[in-house]
């Protein structure tokens, strides 16, 4: 059938649906429906949260490190990029795909909505504590047994928790296309094994599965669509090299060992051990890793400044330290390339040697960061930070008192008939790290704050 | 003795160029070491990727720029 003019192609017209709203009426809006997802996204108040969050080190401790949002904007530039790369160079698969350069910005701004205060510490914590409620005074009966996730928290705050409409219209009421760009495990939990794949990381809960399936309509199989992969590749590339950058910047990252043949050996056993975790391994793990690290030394040579001077932000370091950033990120970005949409694999393939250095990267930041001392000991107190506000939220939600409550955290409570674990998860997923810090201390009376301070706007 | 300036453009794509169109970030360095001082060096390569004439290819070799964007 000849296409008319005016007329969407099947596909397409499924990709603009949205879940409560017709389509938008260019009369009325001259933005796109993608460009309408992505500008929700970025006015809306989760994502206004996202300063006050944790990349890996408490965020603005220093002014230097990363916040949420900042590693947003730029996993939203990456992802932009990756998208116009693949439409230039790949017209004809980009065109099967539906891939829309907005579409991969949307889903890249939206892709750590979900992520609670304090980062991953908070993420596993409250993880334990809405499977198993009892652990805070709460009963079985208030849990839920999918418990919690970063991404799946995410696609809650899409399709319910924001709040941008009246009560019948929850969400931000996306587009199916950008909803599925932003499923980067898209999957519901398997309860059955929770060391498994599936049990480790996914992508909605159960009281969102009829969202999620809408949103997955014309997706096959547990692949990710096209612009899901290229979100989550931009993500990798994003967290490898900036936060790489970051702790460069105040001298964590030894640099010695990296570079110097002795240490080689330790280096890679450490990073294979950590790949070898994944059950899609190759079994050319070592030989990989060890490539990738050649690599790595050798684009290293030209930067003398990054491997051996301590960081004082002088013009030269800086410039290296930027040369050196770009020398990467733009192989990186070249990297991804579309797969025939009826192959029936992935959307995307990502160029092996790319992929293997940006895990390795990943990897440097684990080894000389995660393991500090100090983040450790901060990350206990945040722990228990959660435990103290999720047992004050339980308890109080369930008895109708929400006098404890910040005021636009009220909502979550009255307008949702989830579990209580689940609801009282909400509450801490829509904090930033000084709100849950402030609030802890007037809830548990460590300090009193202000009468007329409401804490949480 | 060696030379004030840092070694151009053209010196560099030469040696890359002698060296069949890649060339590893030791072998180049250790080549201009002759004439040149390392700090010398390292400005004309940072100097060769900013004005875009030199960048590094996915093995980490030193490559010209122009060739390396033919290829892709």
């Not at chain 1, 006050?52 to 730029?74: C, M, N, P, S, W």
């Not at chain 1, 709460?138 to 399709?159: K, S, V, W």
């Not at chain 1, 040369?323 to 995307?348: E, H, K, M």
């Not at chain 1, 393939?349 to 790319?354: G, R």
Request: include cysteine; charge should be negative.
């Amino acid at each position: 059938m000849t296409q008319g003019e005016g007329e969407v192609p099947a596909l397409d017209a499924a990709r603009v649906a949205r879940c409560h709203s017709p389509a938008s009426d260019p009369r009325v809006d001259q933005r796109g429906p993608f460009e309408i997802d992505r500008d929700r996204i970025l006015y809306s108040s989760a994502f206004h949260r996202l300063a006050g969050v944790t990349q890996i080190v408490r965020a603005g401790e220093l002014d230097i490190f990363h916040t949420r949002q900042q590693h947003t904007y730029k996993v939203g530039q990456i992802g932009r990029r990756l998208a116009e790369n693949c439409i230039r160079e790949q017209a004809s698969e980009a065109k099967r795909h539906g891939l829309h350069p907005e579409v991969v910005e949307a889903a890249c701004l939206a892709h750590d909505l979900g992520h609670p205060p304090f980062g991953h510490a908070a993420e596993t914590e409250l993880d334990i504590i809405v499977r198993d409620p009892m652990k805070c005074g709460g009963r079985a009966e208030d849990a839920c047994p999918d418990g919690y996730e970063g991404n799946a928290q995410t696609f809650r705050i899409l399709t319910k928790l924001a709040v941008r409409y009246g009560k019948e219209r929850p969400g931000l009421d996306l587009t199916r296309a950008t909803l599925a760009a932003t499923l980067k495990y898209p999957w519901l939990r398997d309860l059955s094994d929770l060391e498994s794949k599936k049990g480790k990381k996914w992508s909605a809960y159960r009281a969102e599965q009829a969202q999620f399936e809408w949103a997955r309509e014309h997706c096959h199989g547990d692949f990710k669509s096209a612009e899901a992969e290229l979100m989550d590749w931009a993500d990798d590339i994003a967290y490898s090299v900036h936060d790489l950058e970051d702790f460069h910047r105040v001298g964590v990252i030894q640099w010695s060992e990296i570079v110097l043949e002795g240490h080689q050996a330790e280096l890679i056993e450490g990073a294979v051990k950590v790949w070898k975790k994944d059950p899609d391994a190759p079994a050319d793990v070592q030989a990989r890793t060890r490539d990738a690290l050649a690599r790595i030394q050798r684009k290293l040579k030209i930067f003398p400044t990054i491997t051996q001077e301590v960081y004082d932000g002088s013009r030269e370091q800086r410039r290296q330290l930027r040369n050196f950033t770009s020398q990467l990120i733009g192989p990186y970005v070249r990297a991804a390339r579309l797969s025939d949409p009826d192959a029936g694999g992935p959307n995307v393939i990502i160029d092996d040697d790319a992929a293997d250095e940006v895990r390795l990267l990943k990897y440097f930041a684990r080894r000389y960061v995660i393991g500090l001392p100090a983040l450790h000991a901060q990350q206990h107190g945040q722990r228990r930070l959660v435990r103290d506000l999720f047992e004050i939220f339980l308890k109080e939600g369930k008895a109708g008192n929400f006098k404890l409550f910040p005021a636009r955290l009220r909502y979550i409570w009255e307008d949702n008939a989830d579990p209580p674990a689940r609801l009282a998860a909400d509450c801490i997923a829509g904090l930033t790290e000084n709100e849950a810090y402030q609030l802890h201390r007037r809830l548990i009376g460590s300090e009193s704050g202000l009468v007329l301070d409401p804490i949480v706007r | 003795m060696k030379q004030d300036n840092p070694p151009s453009d053209e010196t560099i794509l030469e040696l890359i160029g002698n060296a069949g169109g890649e060339i590893d970030p030791d072998a180049l360095m250790q080549q201009l070491s002759a004439e040149f001082d390392l700090s010398s060096i390292i400005e004309a390569l940072q100097r060769g990727i900013e004005r875009r004439k030199i960048t590094l290819n996915n093995e980490g070799m030193i490559v010209v720029a122009q060739e390396l964007a033919k290829v892709a």
